[in-house]
């Protein structure tokens, strides 16, 4: 695991740093010959300061983005869950191993992790919510919303003129 110091902060990053950042969010198969040109630097350069993002861990991955309805995961909830006396880590990390849940997030106030979840149907996704994430011990209570309609907003990185 790479290890980030103060110094690591998303302000030390350039306006080039923020424009890869940008170009690779958009499409992370671009080339290094493609990505150079695209932000006008060397290839050699881009080489090295992607490595550097990488390294820094700024960037901490490339994949492909996919369309859930197109996997068969045609029905989607945000699932709000209170805990008890457990450690957060633990309880998370066993959520987040459970079939349909694509992330776990800690929030704050009065509820303490949401989850997205994603099911092939209505059916599907009401028994992971009542049976794998309702009775999971240590879960107090739960309250789902169906995602009706999404809309994108912009990736982290895509508008690198707000970094400032």
């Given at each position: 695991m790479t290890q980030h110091s103060a110094s690591d902060a998303p302000?030390?990053?350039d306006s080039i740093d923020r424009q890869i950042i940008a170009e690779l969010s958009r499409d992370a198969r671009l080339s290094m010959r493609a990505l150079a040109v695209q932000v006008h630097?060397?290839?050699?350069a881009a080489h090295?300061?992607?490595?550097?993002?990488?390294?820094?861990?700024?960037?901490?991955?490339?994949g492909a983005q996919t369309d859930r309805k197109s996997l068969g995961l045609h029905v989607s909830a945000l699932v709000v869950v209170k805990i008890g006396d457990v450690s957060w880590g633990d309880i998370a990390a066993r959520l987040a191993a459970l079939p349909y849940v694509e992330k776990a997030q800690a929030v704050s106030g009065d509820i303490d992790i949401i989850l997205t979840v994603n099911a092939p149907s209505h059916e599907l996704l009401s028994?992971?919510?009542?049976?794998?994430?309702?009775s999971m011990p240590g879960v107090v209570s739960t309250r789902s919303h169906l995602i009706l309609e999404e809309i994108s907003g912009?990736?982290?990185g895509t508008v690198p003129d707000v970094w400032r």
């Open positions: 302000s030390d990053l630097i060397s290839r050699t090295t300061r992607v490595h550097r993002l990488v390294t820094r861990g700024v960037i901490t991955g490339f028994q992971a919510i009542l049976r794998d994430i309702h912009h990736m982290p």
